[in-house]
Every structure is written in structure tokens, then in C-alpha cells.
Nanobody, 117 residues
């Protein structure tokens, strides 16, 4: 089992910044990927960004150039730096972890990000 604990959500004005963190604990695989998905009201959950243990990253087109994903493998923690936030970024952001070998994945509880003036 893997447990994911998110932090860092909140209310921010358009153009502002937030940093999300997600700490993983439990049976952490040597090869894994972590990342963030988001779900806005009335919409499907969508990928935001992912990062592998080796540092390979992938971003949704909608956040490229504004969001940066990073990780600290020693702390089993992934971060999402979100800059130039827009109202369309408003959503519940979910942390995601996948064992790269077994393909078993886990989800965090979610943290609300609201971008509004």
C-alpha cells in the first residue's frame, strides 16, 4: 500500500502562484512515477503533469510554461509549482503515484485550488 498526503491548495487571485506538495509513504517502489491530475466541477479528471524517478516529465498543453513539476526522491515527495494561474485552473488537484513495474496506482484525497478575484 502507498499513502499520499497533499498540501498547499487554497485561494489565489488570477496571475498568482501556488505550490502543491504530495508526500508518499508506505511500500514505495524503486521505479515509479508521481504526478498531479485535476478535476473541475462538471468535468472529467485530467492529467496536469507527471514525473518519473529518473526525472522524466510530461505536461498537459494547458499548463506548459506555467506549471513546473519536481520531486525529491529522498523524501518521496512531488511538488507542483503553479504560476500565472487562471480561473480555468480552478479544480480539485489529486496527487497520483504509480509503481512502474506492477502498474498499480494510488490517489491522494485531493486539494482544492481556486483562482478568483
Amino acid at each position: 500500500q502507498v499513502q499520499l498526503v497533499e498540501s498547499g491548495g487554497g485561494l489565489v487571485q488570477p496571475g498568482g502562484s501556488l505550490r502543491l506538495s504530495c508526500a508518499a509513504s508506505g511500500s514505495i517502489a524503486g521505479l515509479n512515477a508521481m504526478g498531479w491530475y485535476r478535476q473541475a466541477p462538471g468535468k472529467q479528471r485530467e492529467l496536469v503533469a507527471t514525473i518519473t524517478t529518473r526525472g522524466g516529465t510530461h505536461y498537459a498543453d494547458s499548463v506548459k510554461g506555467r506549471f513546473t513539476i519536481s520531486r525529491d526522491n529522498g523524501k518521496n515527495t512531488v511538488y507542483l509549482q503553479m504560476n500565472s494561474l487562471k480561473p480555468d485552473d480552478t479544480a480539485v488537484y489529486y496527487c497520483w503515484y504509480i509503481n512502474s513495474i506492477t502498474r498499480r496506482d494510488y490517489w491522494g484525497q485531493g486539494t482544492q485550488v481556486t483562482v478568483s478575484s
